[in-house]
């Protein structure tokens, strides 16, 4: 096994930092497999190992010092040789060096008194506690300190800057209008209003083939079309009717009726975004 540890400090407080680890992690594209309170546990996605490596891990452990937070990854692969333990070493920095950027990003503002304890940002405003408190008991779920994007037309979420991570139930009356750029993306794939990263596009290419730029709309059902024109498909069939199961899953785009609230937690995937070549 290839291994390689990182250990930095960031001058944030434990929760601030633990939420620039998961924005890193997410915009990178790697999948969060497990949540702590101290640690996170990452993985790289196999569209960004290189073909001659395995996929690194990477164990991100937080412990406060004051007002400061010390980081410490601990990276490793299956597999030993030279390049196998430069792609661990040089994945454990490259998120190193998202971590210590989402970190310089500008503070948050201050909580207004007796409303906002928790840091939860939805398409960049705060929810307060008492939507949070209403979202625990509902779905029975507690969402983690972090920002995240919210496609109230298809359920759609993920961590600001990145990919789609989840789904959630659709139409919820929740954070501020989805913005183009919320997932930082430069394919000139439009899903209702949001420009896919590119690991979403390389998810859906797996599942449905070549997917076409341009502006299309996503309903719940998994119905989708051009902006402005009828359905001209549906992605949950087009997902069911996959001849390999294990490439829908492994493409990160998961069947799903789009009825029911999955969760912010755990990278499923749903057949919520984007285009085929219909």
């Known amino acids: ?12 407080s434990m929760a601030g930092c633990q939420a620039a680890c998961e924005r890193a992690a997410s915009s990178a594209g790697w999948r969060i497999t497990d949540r702590q309170a101290t640690s996170i546990v990452c993985v790289e996605t196999p569209q960004l190992a290189m073909g001659f490596t395995n996929p690194a891990q990477v164990t991100i452990t937080l412990a406060s010092a004051g007002s400061s937070t010390h980081v410490k990854l601990d990276a490793s692969s299956f597999g030993f040789g030279p390049f196998q333990s430069n792609h661990v070493k040089e994945q454990a920095q490259q998120l190193r060096g998202q971590i210590e950027a989402q970190a310089g990003r500008p503070s948050e503002p201050e909580a207004a008194p007796g409303g906002f304890t928790r840091s939860v940002f939805i398409n960049g405003v705060r929810l307060s506690d008492e939507q949070l408190h209403s979202i625990d008991q509902t779905y029975r779920v507690s969402v983690p300190d972090g920002h995240y994007w919210y496609d109230r037309a298809c359920g759609a979420w993920g961590m600001e800057g990145g ?17 183009p750029d919320a997932s930082n993306g430069n394919t000139g794939v439009f899903v209702n209003g949001r420009e896919l990263h590119a690991l979403d596009v390389q998810r859906l290419g797996a599942l449905v083939g070549n997917v076409i730029p341009g502006r299309w709309w996503v309903d719940a059902q998994g119905n989708f079309g051009p902006d402005g024109w009828p359905m001209v498909g549906n992605l949950f069939m087009i997902g069911r009717a996959h001849p390999s199961g294990e490439v829908v899953s492994q493409s990160g785009w998961l069947v799903s009726d789009g009825s029911g609230f999955i969760g912010f937690q755990g990278s499923i995937g749903s057949g919520v975004s984007a285009s085929s070549g219909s």
């Open 1 to 12: 096994m290839s291994s390689h540890s990182e250990e930095f400090m960031l001058h944030m």
């Open 163 to 179: 990919p789609q991570a989840g789904v959630a139930v659709a139409g919820l009356d929740l954070g501020g209008p989805l913005r």
